[in-house]
Structures are given as C-alpha cells and as structure tokens.
C-alpha cells in the first residue's frame, strides 16, 4: 500500500517562508508526476504547483515567483519552498502523486499552514 505523508506545515507571519516536504512510501518514484494543492473551508481544491517525472514544472499564478516546487528521486520525496507568503497562501497543503504509467493516483492527509501576524 502507497503512503503519501505531508510535514512541515506551521504558522508564520506574513512575509514568512516556510518548506513543506511529501514523502512517498513507493517502489519507485521516479514515474510519479507530482503536486501540491491546497484548500480553505467551504472552498474547492485548487492547484497549487506540479513536477513530472520529467521535471516539467508549472505553477498557479497566485503563487508564480514565490513558491519553488523540486523532487529528490532518491529519497522519494518532494518539496515545496515558499516565501514572501501572504494571508492568503493560509490553507491545508495536499501532497499529490499520479503514475505516469497507469491511473493509479495518491493524495496525503494534508498539512496546514497559516499566515498571520
């Protein structure tokens, strides 16, 4: 069975920085196309930043300069680093993996983050 696990959630004040890490209990990572999403109460899942296996990145322009999304194959393990946060960057971070050989799909428990001051 695939574990996706988020850490590295927290407060901050805005302007802050902080990196949150997903690792992903899987034979082998290096197929996964990765991303985070976030969501607030009574809003949808929205798309926060990709990486393919490949390494293709794109990003939400809400988040367009300020967030850096990488991946370590070797440790399994992807990351978001984000800075010049804002209020409202505040919300749970998801952790999502899909195979880019099958359907199969994965999403983590989440992480939350919250920005004020």
């Known amino acids: 069975q695939v574990h996706v696990v988020e850490s590295g959630g927290g407060s901050v004040q805005p302007g802050g920085s902080l990196t949150l890490s997903c690792a992903v209990s899987?034979?082998?990572?290096?197929?996964?196309?990765m991303a985070w999403y976030r969501q607030v109460p009574g809003k949808e899942r929205e798309f926060v930043a990709r990486i393919t296996y490949y390494n293709n990145i794109n990003y939400a322009d809400s988040v367009k300069g300020r967030f850096t999304i990488s991946r370590n194959d070797a440790k399994k393990q992807m990351y978001l680093h984000m800075s010049s946060l804002k209020p409202e960057d505040t919300a749970v971070y998801y952790c999502?993996?899909?195979?880019?050989?099958?359907?199969?799909?994965?999403w983590g428990q989440g992480t939350q983050v919250t920005v004020s001051s």
């Open positions: 899987v034979r082998v990572f290096g197929i996964l196309n």
């Open positions: 999502n993996a899909k195979s880019s050989r099958s359907a199969d799909e994965y």
